[in-house]
């Protein structure tokens, strides 16, 4: 697609860095799974823990374009350095930035952005997946602190997290009203990262459970105001689902890329590979989809870039590039015959990376019902 | 369920393997699939149920299954272990298959061996050019080396390899005893894990004339024998797509969000009843296939394209209905999507059943 060149120059600095550094580390990551800390130290380096975030902030004063940008190319390399980086910016950073007083903005973005330090994002619980107004979290302002119990569970990078934006209520009848959103950090009593979970894919990012018990958390930690949890996760949501499409549409790139590169390499019965219909039909729409999903993805991002409304889109975005995320690593591994089953190439991996795509931050019947009430009114 | 007129026999076996995965494997599934739970030992009782021969004569120990129980073993099998049922298909529906087919001496010494529970490996003739081993003719006997990539099936320690060869149009398929000229390489896979799928290494590997189990005349006669293989990939796709099924239709019964269990959302009731769907569509054509007095070759190559692709929609919804938890390895959802797209590229590509499936209808 047509795009100013200042993305193609960033583009071109993130691939060179995900083909050379993290690409070759992917495979390994997937195997033994293993958190990629010295990536994510390169990526700091390399301003991209930040990108979206203005200078002041510690962040590298790009858009969420850039951002997506960024995503992509990671994913199209590495699932799971490509979620890090996704939970790290849109969750972790995000809500703070976007309810954050002054003080928390500095004491919190500052170094997330950096990248000195790791953000995370409590929202999913065991019994409140989609309906996040389900929440049985609590917390109970007591004095000058809020005291919280409970548990989240499936939340990327919680072992590894400094900083963590998390919702409670102050009492679970109360349904969205009730819920706040707070930070909590890492080695505060009461809080810790308990089981690991393993998963189909992603398996060199960390999900935990998180668990909180009689945690005592200074006033001080709560994002914006009492019961304004449900618009900081909303909001969170809405810039969470754009990297997530960008992820899905990276896996899904890299997944058509590869099968582009086999299929020059081999050939069937005499003929080059690329002669056979079935080949060329399945690489042309797998490469169209993943186009038309790279334009509703960009599209949702240069709308957030300008401060108008995206919910819609940022929901197409996701549901439709984490379907083709699918679809295109499907089609890759098919491509590749019984070779694509094996560790030896990475379209298997991506299929079970791409699998969360559709999951993740909202799932995709989720993402539908979003499109449709912006499309039909509630 | 359509097509349940089973026979007695039929009925039976059902049974039997129920009780056998529900007793045996079901307490043990995930570790089996990690490779934690000791497969040999669970394949040995197998053998001792009397399945490890399905397809081999009963005059050399085996159980002489018509073909419709055969699937329904596999089926079965396939609900709580899709390696397992793998392991059965490549010792029948290959190795069975084509020992009984053959004249040579050693046939009923390899039919009793598999019969009590030896598995044999299987050489999957690669379908890429640069793929194809190199072959030296040398006075009585041909030399084989491997070139870049080539898979068996059930490669994990077998006792013995078949290894079908393509020479000047012909394929011939060789009985490989221990030889140090192979090495069998073990290789993660997306699924079924403990199935010994692997890469074979073939350096300077002697076949004399004595070896040669059973020659066809073209490709084409070789892929015709390759049927009952296709319809045993279409019965273990149908037991991955119905546990795939069971387990998101429990899930989705039991978890509760916005105040309801979640069957009660038509978006999950969709996925559930297109699995629901596809699973019965496919055991009819499957069923149909094999219940023919003379199976068709037809319906064959559509029950192994369907199925396995059935297998894959359903392992991949089944994540889908139970979320967050789908994605994990606590629950079996991702592992039926794992084994599915396994099966599905398993042998031979899915754009080659369907060259093969245009010449049926042509």
């Known amino acids: ?378 | 369920m359509l097509f349940s007129e089973f026979t007695k026999e039929q009925t039976l076996i059902q049974h039997e393997i129920r009780k056998f995965t529900k007793t045996i494997i079901e307490p043990i599934e995930r570790d089996l699939d990690e490779g934690k739970a000791d497969f040999g030992e669970v394949y040995q009782k197998v053998a001792e149920l009397g399945f490890a021969g399905s397809l081999v004569a009963e005059q050399f120990g085996g159980a002489e299954l018509d073909r419709l129980s055969f699937c329904v073993m596999l089926e079965e099998t396939a609900r709580s272990c899709a390696s397992l049922s793998l392991v059965l298909l490549v010792n029948n529906g290959l190795n069975a298959v084509f020992i009984s087919k053959s004249r040579h001496k050693d046939r009923h010494i390899l039919l009793k061996e598999i019969a009590e529970g030896v598995t044999g490996g299987f050489a999957v003739l690669p379908g890429f050019d640069e793929n194809l081993p190199k072959i030296r003719a040398d006075a009585d006997k041909i030399i084989v080396d491997s070139q870049a990539e080539q898979f068996a099936l059930n490669g994990n320690d077998p006792g013995f390899l078949l290894m079908p060869v393509t020479q000047s149009g012909k394929v011939s398929i060789y009985l490989v005893r221990s030889s140090s000229k192979i090495r069998y390489v073990p290789i993660p896979t997306l699924g079924m894990n403990v199935a010994g799928i692997c890469r074979i290494e073939i350096a300077g590997l002697e076949l004399v004339a004595d070896q040669e189990l059973i020659r066809f005349e073209s490709k084409n006669e070789y892929d015709k024998m390759l049927n009952v293989f296709r319809v045993g990939q279409a019965a273990i796709a149908l037991g991955i797509a119905g546990a795939a099924y069971d387990t998101a239709f429990k899930y989705a019964q039991e978890r509760k969000q916005f105040g309801r269990a979640i069957i009660e959302f038509p978006m999950v009731q969709e996925m559930l009843m297109n699995m629901k769907i596809r699973t019965e569509a496919g055991r009819c054509l499957l069923y149909g296939a094999v219940k023919a007095p003379e199976p068709d070759p037809g319906l064959c190559l559509m029950a192994r394209l369907f199925n396995t692709e059935t297998a894959v929609y359903c392992g991949t919804r089944s994540v889908q209905v139970m979320g967050g938890y789908g994605y994990i390895k606590d629950y079996s959802s991702e592992r039926y999507l794992r084994d599915a797209k396994t099966l599905q590229l398993l042998l031979e590509s899915p754009f080659a059943v369907r060259d093969m499936l245009m010449k049926e209808l042509l």
């Open chain 1, 1 to 378: 697609m047509i795009i100013d060149e200042k993305y193609v120059t960033f583009r071109k600095k993130v691939r060179d860095f995900a083909e050379k550094e993290v690409g070759a580390r992917a495979a390994v990551l997937d195997q033994k799974h293993e958190f990629p800390s010295d990536l994510v130290k390169r990526m700091a380096e390399l301003d991209l823990l930040g990108i979206s975030f203005p200078k002041q902030y510690g962040g590298a004063g790009l858009d969420t374009l850039a951002y997506a940008i960024a995503v992509e190319e990671i994913g199209r390399v590495c699932g799971s350095t490509g979620i890090f980086l996704a939970a790290h910016s849109s969750l972790g950073i995000f809500p703070i930035y976007f309810a954050g007083t002054e003080e928390q903005k500095m004491k919190y973005v500052v170094p997330m952005a950096r990248g000195e330090k790791i953000g995370s994002f409590g929202l999913t619980e065991p019994d409140a997946g989609s309906d996040a107004a389900g929440t049985r979290t609590t917390a109970i302002l007591k004095g000058d602190k809020y005291v919280v119990n409970g548990a989240k569970r499936f939340i990327t990078s919680g072992h590894v997290a400094d900083y963590i934006v998390f919702t409670a209520t102050k009492d679970p009848s109360l349904g969205y009203p009730g819920i706040s959103a707070f930070v909590v950090e890492k080695g505060t009593p009461g809080y810790n990262a308990g089981k690991e979970e393993d998963k189909l894919g992603l398996r060199g990012s960390i999900t935990s459970e998180l668990n909180f018990e009689d945690c005592e958390i200074p006033k001080e930690n709560l994002l914006g105001k009492e019961g304004e949890g449900f618009k900081v996760f909303m909001a969170t949501l809405d810039g969470g689902r754009i990297s997530i499409g960008a992820l899905a549409l990276g896996i899904a790139q890299g997944a058509v890329d590869a099968a582009i590169d086999f299929v020059r390499a081999h050939n069937l019965g005499g003929r080059s590979y690329g002669k056979s219909q079935y080949v060329q039909s399945a690489i042309a729409e797998a490469a169209t989809e993943v186009e038309a999903a790279r334009l509703l993805v960009y599209q949702a991002a240069m709308l957030k870039d300008r401060d108008l409304p995206f919910t819609q889109e940022s929901a197409m975005a996701k549901y439709y590039a984490s379907s083709v995320g699918m679809k295109a690593s499907d089609i890759a591994i098919t491509i590749h015959g019984m070779a694509g089953i094996t560790a030896g190439y990475p379209v298997e991996r991506f299929l079970r990376d791409a699998k969360l795509m559709e999951i993740g931050e909202g799932t995709s019947e989720i993402q539908k019902i979003v499109i449709a009430r912006q499309l039909i009114g509630k």
